[in-house]
């Protein structure tokens, strides 16, 4: 299994960055999908998520309007578009797969590496 996140980087406040999460190894159309964040010393936070079809999305109230979540299941690729980025955004990025058996069975996920977003002017 692979989680790998790239598209980080440095950006001035203001500016754009897309995130991508391409995997392999496990049936990508059957996860649903979800982009983190973490800054050192603090709790890893969920930014925004989509479901395995791509049929709903959501996202961190902090993040609404300037983050957008997509995923292509032909491209094993999840999305995350941030526009508008502002100081706070900066944090390291990781990219998280979860599959939930019915009837409470179990659950299965992964994560990826992360990819640091920095924000500064």
């Known amino acids: 299994v692979q989680v790998v996140e790239s598209g980080g980087g440095l950006v001035q406040p203001g500016g754009s960055l897309r995130l991508s999460c391409v995997v392999s190894g496990f049936t990508f159309s059957d996860y649903d999908m979800s982009w983190y964040r973490q800054v050192p010393g603090k709790e890893r936070e969920l930014v925004a998520s989509?479901?395995?079809?791509?049929?709903?999305?959501k996202y961190q109230d902090s993040v609404k309007g300037r983050f957008t979540i997509a995923r292509d299941n032909a491209k094993n690729t999840v999305y995350l578009q941030m526009n508008s980025l502002k100081l706070e955004d900066t944090a390291a990025y990781y990219c998280?797969?979860?599959?939930?058996?019915?009837w409470g069975s179990g659950e299965q996920d992964y994560w990826g590496q992360g990819t640091q977003v920095t924000v500064s002017a």
């Open positions: 998280h797969a979860l599959r939930i058996w019915p």
């Open positions: 989509i479901t395995n079809t791509g049929g709903n999305t």
